[in-house]
């Protein structure tokens, strides 16, 4: 009989402490969570040049040892994400945003490491295009001339300006030739890129994506 109970204790004991240890380990594996928006979906293309991001973790932020995020990508960045707050219990949230990133691939991993030895990963892959404009639709009419905008409503501008007359240049103005109707705003890389190899004349030209446009006042063009 006190065989059987020894037994019948030592199979408790056991048994006690892998329940315990498997409750140990289910508190040490946090999950993080991507609030879209502002976070682009998986796979999801971006049609301008910056990228938003929110998550959520199932933890307090006393818990919190580190909260890493790393842009992978031809413009990367790594460091720490934003810093967390309490987003009722036991949940914190955190972000982080990223600007002038170049046409490709990326991938964002946040790194979360407790204070209890926990940790969690959470990757969220997308891509930066903003080649979506049509020649002619963009609206440059606000832009005085000469101007040389890096950004407009319709997106940011991806080009390198050649000289004092790259930007806004006016038809009939400092846009000789003809080329459009009078009054005509011409977006281009500048008349001093005639000096570049291999450029035979000015090119009346511009880009709110890799490929050059032109655009003109009130959409007409």
Not at 70 to 97: E, F, H, I
Not at 110 to 130: E, I, K, M, Q
Not at 190 to 209: F, V
Request: proline share 8%; hydrophobic share 35%; charged share 10%.
């Amino acid at each position: 009989m006190k065989h059987t109970l020894r037994r019948l204790c030592a199979g408790l004991v056991v048994i006690g402490a892998v329940g315990m240890l498997a409750a140990v380990a289910a508190a040490a594996s946090p999950t993080i969570t991507f609030v879209s928006p502002p976070s682009p979906a998986e796979g999801a293309t971006l049609t301008t040049s910056s990228a938003d991001f929110d998550f959520t973790y199932d933890r307090q932020v006393k818990a919190t040892r580190s909260l890493t995020c790393v842009l992978a990508g031809p413009t990367p960045s790594s460091g720490p994400c934003d810093t967390p707050v309490a987003a009722g219990q036991p949940t914190s949230s955190s972000g982080a945003s990223y600007s002038g990133l170049a046409n490709s691939d990326y991938t964002l991993t946040v790194t979360l490491r407790l204070t209890d030895g926990g940790t969690a990963t959470a990757v969220r892959n997308f891509s930066v295009n903003p080649s979506t404009c049509v020649a002619g639709s963009e609206d440059f009419s606000g832009f005085a001339e000469f101007d040389q905008p890096a950004t407009f409503a319709g997106g940011t501008i991806d080009i390198t300006f050649w000289g004092t007359l790259g930007g806004i240049l006016v038809q009939g103005s400092t846009w000789p030739g003809g080329t459009f109707a009078a009054g005509t705003r011409v977006f281009t890389h500048g008349i001093d890129e005639l000096s570049r190899p291999g450029s035979t004349s000015p090119s009346p030209s511009a880009a709110c994506s890799s490929t050059p446009r032109r655009f003109s006042p009130g959409r007409s063009h």
